[in-house]
């Protein structure tokens, strides 16, 4: 079965930095999209950013452009977002998704296969 597995969450201060990554097994990620999202207690889930099937497109919620990077790697078949200055706003469980076709996507609709999140949490 097709498994995404987050990694890279924890505790961090205000203006610090994470990386996350998500591993795949049962699928080859080569010719999806990507993306990330994230949803906090009582909130909707939230787009954060996404990645073409190649990495050579990428786009970004206004709330986290110019502070997180996604990219990936598809021989290890593995994706990751670079969290940077973050803020205690970013606190959240973030989710790694693949997509039903092979550009970038925005909705949740939109992706077939999610991972089971890792925890995000930002003190100030």
């Known amino acids: 079965q097709v498994q995404l597995v987050e990694s890279g969450g924890g505790l961090v201060q205000a203006g610090g930095s994470l990386r996350l990554s998500c591993a795949a097994s049962g699928r080859s990620l080569s010719s999806y999209g990507m993306g990330w999202f994230r949803q906090d207690p009582g909130q909707e889930r939230e787009f954060v950013a996404t990645i073409n099937w190649s990495g050579r497109s990428t786009d970004y919620a206004d709330s986290v452009k110019g502070r997180f990077t996604v990219s990936r790697d598809n021989a290890k078949n593995t994706v990751y977002l670079q969290m940077n200055s973050l803020k205690p706003e970013d606190t959240a469980v973030y989710y790694c998704?693949?997509?039903?076709?092979?550009?970038?996507?925005?909705?949740?609709?939109?992706?077939?296969?999610w991972g089971q999140g890792t925890q995000v949490t930002v003190s100030s």
């Open positions: 998704a693949s997509s039903r076709n092979d550009g970038t996507n925005y909705s949740p609709d939109e992706y077939h296969y």
